[in-house]
């Protein structure tokens, strides 16, 4: 299904989106042709009421924001030819990831280092035992399990244990920055870049990329340069695109954690010249991955040995690398059109209007 040069919600679809000169991309709008998968309307929706089923938002939140929070959007631009049931237990878990985003920012912003304690522990538990967490009184906690539990389902127990293994990092790295926060720290530019590849979960949507394909891959594919490399450059350009234009966000909430922040403290760079270098490394990674993208598709035609299962993985690595390019064009516009990154429509700045303080235990 084509996707549209414009949002997909429909309180936009009539209007072309205008994307700011600074963090325009042209050679994403040209060369990287947007798709959505057709099961993106009704994965919209079914997200929405799983939020509300699971108490992740409050029903008057969901109402006003999620949809325009694009967050199915951003998924549905990714994982194409993903079955409809992986879509969605995907689009739930990535919904449920920025609800606990929010949640660690404000456990920071409200100086509450003892609940986030509480929720790295049982979020750790839950990884490991989701079944026993579905009933967990912390809704966050409970619908975290609920869609491990679902991703779990698809793939081999092997493919389970290396999710959560990377996912374990995942959390040990917000923690990371939870005291980096709370003790004022900014890391250095390569501290940062370590930590954003954790923190971003590099690792879990590339991991999720074999379920959308419906074959776990072995490790002497998924380890194999031709393979890892386009990986991680479009998982680079994702996290250093969202910096550029988080940037603003960021500052006005007192972040430390940016690689415009990193680069200004540590570097001695101007703002400005910060944001020129961003953007050298986004022009970069989209350039880089163009050239790693044709040895993926290579190494995939080398896989497609006659056999059958040669058969079947170069089908599935040509699958993921097709997924990789959708990456760029789903990031790139779903930061245009999401209101989470409209911070100069927000009454506070540093408050997002979609995060509901009082569930989150605040007064």
Not at 54 to 68: F, H, I, S, T
Not at 102 to 122: K, M, Q, S, Y
Not at 125 to 143: I, M, Q, Y
Not at 184 to 195: C, D, F, K
């Amino acid at each position: 299904m084509p996707a549209f040069p414009h949002s997909t919600t429909s309180r936009a679809a009539a209007t072309a989106l205008a994307v700011p000169p600074a963090l325009a991309l042209p050679v994403i709008e040209t060369a990287f042709p947007r798709q959505l998968h057709a099961y993106w309307p009704e994965l919209q929706e079914k997200t929405r009421c799983w939020l509300l089923e699971k108490r992740l938002m409050p029903a008057d939140k969901v109402e006003e924001y999620a949809d325009g929070l694009c967050y199915t959007d951003l998924m549905a631009g990714y994982y194409l030819g993903a079955p409809d049931e992986v879509l969605q237990a995907i689009a739930d878990y990535s919904a449920w990831f920025f609800v606990w985003d929010d949640r660690h920012d404000r456990d920071i912003v409200h100086g509450r280092p003892a609940a986030w304690r509480r929720l790295r522990r049982a979020l750790h538990a839950a990884l490991d035992s989701p079944k026993e967490h579905l009933h967990h009184r912390d809704a966050l906690v409970a619908g975290f399990a609920d869609s491990v539990l679902r991703l779990y389902s698809f793939l081999s127990a092997r493919w389970n244990a290396r999710f959560a293994r990377h996912f374990h990092a995942v959390i040990e790295a917000y923690d990371r920055e939870f005291h980096n926060r709370t003790e004022g720290v900014i890391p250095t530019v390569e501290e940062y870049l370590a930590l954003r590849r954790l923190t971003f979960a590099h690792w879990i949507w590339t991991d999720l990329l074999e379920p959308s394909a419906g074959l776990e891959l072995p490790a002497a594919v998924r380890k194999n340069r031709a393979y890892r490399r386009p990986a991680l450059l479009s998982q680079e350009f994702a996290a250093w695109y969202n910096d550029l234009c988080s940037l603003p966000k960021e500052i006005a909430g007192d972040e430390v954690h940016n690689l415009g922040i990193s680069l200004v403290t540590h570097e001695g760079l101007t703002l400005e010249q910060a944001i020129t270098e961003i953007r050298r490394r986004v022009e970069e990674c989209i350039s880089e991955f163009i050239v790693a993208e044709r040895e993926a598709l290579r190494f995939a035609d080398d896989l497609a040995d006659g056999t059958v299962r040669g058969k079947e993985l170069g089908a599935a690595v040509r699958a993921c690398v097709g997924n990789m390019r959708n990456w760029f064009s789903s990031v790139y516009w779903f930061h245009h059109e999401s209101g989470r990154y409209a911070v100069d429509s927000w009454d506070d700045r540093s408050t997002p209007p979609y995060v509901n303080n009082e569930a989150a235990g605040e007064k």
